[in-house]
T-cell receptor, first 110, second 116 residues
C-alpha cells in the first residue's frame, strides 16, 4: 500500500506477557520513528531508525522495550513482561521530510 | 529543552466559519520545523502543514494556513471555512532540526468540534 501500516491494530495482553508490534513504512523512506500515545495526551517519542541503524533510543521507558529494523524496512517494537502502564497507542511513522503516521496499535494490558 | 504548548483543550466553531488553534513553542535552536497534525477518532495522525524556521512566507495548504510569528515563538493553525469533517484532535509539533531525522515533540492537543 501507499501508506504506513501497523499490525495488529488492537492487542490485549495479560500483565507479564511479551508483545510484538509491527510497522511497515512507506517504501523508500529511510527514517522510521516509534511513538507512544497515552490516552488524552500527545504522542511521545520512543526511538528512531535510519535504515537499519537505531540512532536514538532515548525515549524507551525501560529495558523491557526493544525495537529493531534488521533490513532497513519493516520494524518491530517488542515489549517484554508487559505492565499496566504500558497500555497506550503505539504509533509508527516514516519520513522523508514530513512524518507520515500509521494507524497505530492500541495495546491494553489487563 | 524543546517544548510545545497548546493552551486550548477544546474549541467549538460554527460550520463554514474560520477558527484559529493556538500553539507556542520553546527552543534555543535556530533551525527547526513546525508541524500540525489532525487525529480523528479513528486514531491515525494526518499531516496537515509544515513551516521551517527559515521560511519567510507563512505556509498554506488548501484551507489550512500556519500563522508563524517567530519573535513570539507561535505557530497558530488557521482553518478556513470549517467543515463537519474537521472535528478532531489537532496536535502542534516541533522538530529540532530541518532534516528528516529529527524526532517530533508534540503538544497536548486541542479538540475541535464543528457545529452544524
Amino acid at each position: 500500500g501507499a501508506g504506513v501500516s501497523q499490525s495488529p491494530r488492537y492487542k490485549v495482553a495479560k500483565r507479564g506477557q511479551d508483545v510484538a508490534l509491527r510497522c511497515d513504512p512507506i517504501s523508500g523512506h529511510v527514517s522510521l520513528f516509534w511513538y507512544q500515545q497515552a490516552l488524552g495526551q500527545g504522542p511521545e517519542f520512543l526511538t528512531y531508525f535510519q535504515n537499519e541503524a537505531q540512532l536514538d533510543k532515548s525515549g524507551l521507558p525501560s529495558d523491557r522495550f526493544f525495537a529493531e529494523r534488521p533490513e532497513g524496512s519493516v520494524s518491530t517494537l517488542k515489549i517484554q513482561r508487559t505492565q499496566q502502564e504500558d497500555s497506550a497507542v503505539y504509533l509508527c511513522a516514516s519520513s522523508n521530510n514530513e512524518q507520515y503516521f500509521g494507524p497505530g496499535t492500541r495495546l491494553t494490558v489487563t | 529543552a524543546q517544548k510545545i504548548t497548546q493552551t486550548q483543550p477544546g474549541m467549538f466553531v460554527q460550520e463554514k466559519e474560520a477558527v484559529t488553534l493556538d500553539c507556542t513553542y520553546d527552543t534555543s535552536d535556530q533551525s527547526y520545523g513546525l508541524f500540525w497534525y489532525k487525529q480523528p477518532s479513528s486514531g491515525e495522525m494526518i499531516f496537515l502543514i509544515y513551516q521551517g524556521s527559515y521560511d519567510e512566507q507563512n505556509a498554506t495548504e488548501g484551507r489550512y494556513s500556519l500563522n508563524f510569528q517567530k519573535a513570539r515563538k507561535s505557530a497558530n493553525l488557521v482553518i478556513s471555512a470549517s467543515q463537519l469533517g474537521d472535528s478532531a484532535m489537532y496536535f502542534c509539533a516541533m522538530r529540532d532540526r530541518l532534516g528528516s531525522w529529527g524526532k517530533l515533540i508534540f503538544g497536548q492537543g486541542t479538540e475541535l468540534s464543528v457545529k452544524p
